[in-house]
Antibody, heavy 122, light 111 residues
Framework: QVQLQESGPGLVKPSQTLSLTCSVSGDSITTGGYYWSWIRQHPGKGLEWIGDNHYSGSSYFNPSLKSRLTISVDTSNNQFSLKLGSVTAADTAVYYC??????????????WGQGTLVTVSS | QSVLTQPPSASGTPGQRVTISCSGSRSNIGSNPVNWYQQFPGAAPKLLIYTNDQRPSGVPDRFSGSKSGTSASLAISGLQSEDEADYYCAAWDDSLNGHVVFGGGTKLTVL
């Protein structure tokens, strides 16, 4: 089955760029009908969708994060990545990658990666 | 503040039926299907219900979903202690070029 695994630094300094990668196994990232997504969860809080990208380049972003956000898909390595710039302590969260099924108006996230905690602190 | 509104908590005793509501607007639940996710402490969320009322393989039929207008509900019948978790609703929102919105989550306690 499809599995996703996040990787990247667990500590980022304020004003720097948070960079994470999600490795996909069990299926090709170019399989049709899917977007590759990032979702975060602040400590003790609910889920917040960050954005996602299709291997063709089509993308969607959380309007509140769009100006700081880059999500890219690397088809040669079957992985996708997140870059969030100018981070502050408010960006401290567990970051999940997930596959979003998207076709004929339906959308759902499945599966999810295990999540990785990123702390923004000097 | 989340775009979709859920009660912060719900509870029930073993064997009972509990429901969790999710309220939205015309641009999200009113126009698009709703999905539900289950999350245990320290774990990643898991898809529980998709497209309003569909269960992925492996999800017990004790879990059911429904949608009407701009609201949706998750029902759990025959409540079990292992159902104690956080539950989130989510939907696509057609505004602002399209984006996903989540509910704030409901913590279910089995008494």
């Amino acid at each position: 089955q499809v599995q996703l695994q996040e990787s990247g630094p667990g500590l980022v300094k304020p004003s720097q760029t948070l960079s994470l990668t999600c490795s996909v196994s069990g299926d090709s990232i170019t399989t049709g009908g899917y977007y590759w997504s990032w979702i975060r969860q602040h400590p003790g809080k609910g889920l917040e969708w960050i954005g996602d990208n299709h291997y063709s380049g089509s993308s969607y972003f959380n309007p509140s994060l769009k100006s700081r956000l880059t999500i890219s898909v690397d088809t040669s390595n079957n992985q996708f990545s997140l870059k969030l710039g100018s981070v502050t302590a408010a960006d401290t969260a567990v970051y999940y990658c997930a596959r979003r099924r998207s076709y004929r108006g339906v959308n759902w996230f499945d599966p999810w990666g295990q999540g990785t905690l990123v702390t923004v602190s000097s | 503040q989340s775009v979709l509104t859920q009660p912060p908590s719900a509870s029930g005793t073993p064997g009972q039926r509990v429901t969790i509501s999710c309220s939205g607007s015309r641009s999200n639940i009113g126009s698009n299907p709703v999905n539900w996710y289950q999350q245990f402490p320290g774990a990643a969320p898991k898809l529980l219900i998709y497209t309003n009322d569909q269960r992925p393989s492996g999800v017990p039929d004790r879990f059911s979903g429904s949608k009407s207008g701009t609201s949706a509900s998750l029902a759990i019948s025959g409540l079990q202690s292992e159902d104690e978790a956080d539950y989130y609703c989510a939907a696509w929102d057609d505004s602002l070029n399209g984006h996903v919105v989540f509910g704030g989550g409901t913590k279910l306690t089995v008494l």
